[in-house]
């Protein structure tokens, strides 16, 4: 007999149907993902966020957090905010889901909660769980990866390489223009008719990403400055288009981030067999099997080395996309869902 779990969320406005209208970050896409998988697996799954109406998408029932919660509640689990965590006392278990650098929980609007609450904090990977000091309040410490899904999960492999084509699908503000300076004056001189296309921009990150769009704005400029280096800029896009972009495309590159814990961007490439070149920053280690499904470069020179073998070099490619078809998504939203039921009493 399937638990009755709520997920609530007090962050941008998005429901179950959103993925496949077009870009949806990170975060929200989990949510999606996660409460899919749960509700699958026969559980009542509610979710109660900043959506516009009441609806039940994929067995997963949406509604207006405003609306307020169901009752006799087995697993709650609070989405991020410091205000959800004591919404529902008489849930059986409640769980605090995290997905950025836990510095943020050093505050005392969430430490007196934790503290009194005590819930078990869900991270996101082992760099992610490092964010946060052994000695702060905390119920169980848990780490449940995000897990990866269709369209990416499905990708058979290619007949033939892709062209000489680069992709970058994160956040502008997370070392773009450090990638766009390193393309002009390392990788495409050695690889001359080498493109690089970047689906970016701030409509992926809704109110928050509106909240950045002038920095980000400055960033794209750049890019558009380098079209006749081979830089072509694409808005964001929805999923089923993102990994037919994938398939076109033979390397994924992106420095890494010191404030991302799972960087999904080079999780869902890797899953649909596009080799990546990284650098060893934050999470993204996590995400790339050194040597067998992309690079984890040392430095900035050894970036774009890795970059130009696997834009020109047909051997290195094929080995490094197979391997990451092959490795990369091997863990789902259904696995991600299983460690979740862990947490019911």
């Not at 999606?32 to 516009?52: P, Q």
């Amino acid at each position: 007999m399937g638990a009755r779990i709520v997920l609530a969320d007090n962050g941008i406005e998005f429901d179950g149907e959103s993925p496949s209208k077009g870009p949806l970050g990170g975060v929200e896409s989990a949510i999606v993902n996660l409460t899919r998988a749960l509700a699958e697996r026969g559980h009542e799954v509610y979710v109660r966020n900043m959506c516009a109406a009441h609806r039940v998408i994929d067995g997963v029932e949406w509604a207006p957090l405003a609306d307020g919660l169901p009752e006799s509640i087995d697993l709650y689990i609070a989405n991020r905010g410091d205000k959800l965590l004591g919404l529902m006392p008489d849930a059986r278990r409640t769980v605090f889901w995290i997905h950025n650098p836990a510095r943020y929980l050093m505050k005392w609007r969430y430490l007196s909660k934790l503290w009194r609450i005590k819930p078990a904090i869900i991270f996101i990977g082992d760099y992610h769980a490092t964010t946060y000091p052994a000695l702060a309040p905390s119920g169980m410490r848990v780490v449940i990866p995000y897990g990866i899904a269709p369209p990416f999960s499905d990708v058979g492999a290619a007949d033939e390489p892709p062209p000489r084509r680069a992709i970058f699908t994160s956040n502008p503000l997370r070392s773009l223009d450090w990638l766009l300076d390193l393309w002009r004056d390392h990788i495409r001189p050695n690889v001359p008719d080498a493109e690089l296309h970047l689906f970016c921009g701030a409509a992926t990150y809704g109110s928050v990403g509106a909240e950045k769009a002038a920095e980000m704005e400055q960033v794209l400029e750049h890019a558009r400055s380098m079209r006749h280096e081979g830089v072509v800029l694409n808005a964001p896009v929805a999923k089923e288009r993102l990994v037919e972009e994938f398939a076109s495309a033979r390397v994924m590159l992106y420095r890494g981030d010191i404030n991302e814990t799972f960087c999904l961007a080079v999780g869902e490439a890797q899953a649909a067999g596009v080799p990546a070149v990284v650098q060893r920053i934050g999470s993204v280690v996590e995400r790339v099997i050194d040597g067998q499904t992309g690079t984890i470069a040392g430095d900035d020179q050894a970036f774009a080395a890795a970059a130009v073998k696997l834009l020109n070099d047909d051997e290195t490619w094929r080995r490094y996309h197979e391997t990451a078809l092959e490795e990369q998504s091997k863990w789902g939203w259904a696995d991600a869902a299983r460690s979740f039921e862990r947490l019911i009493p």
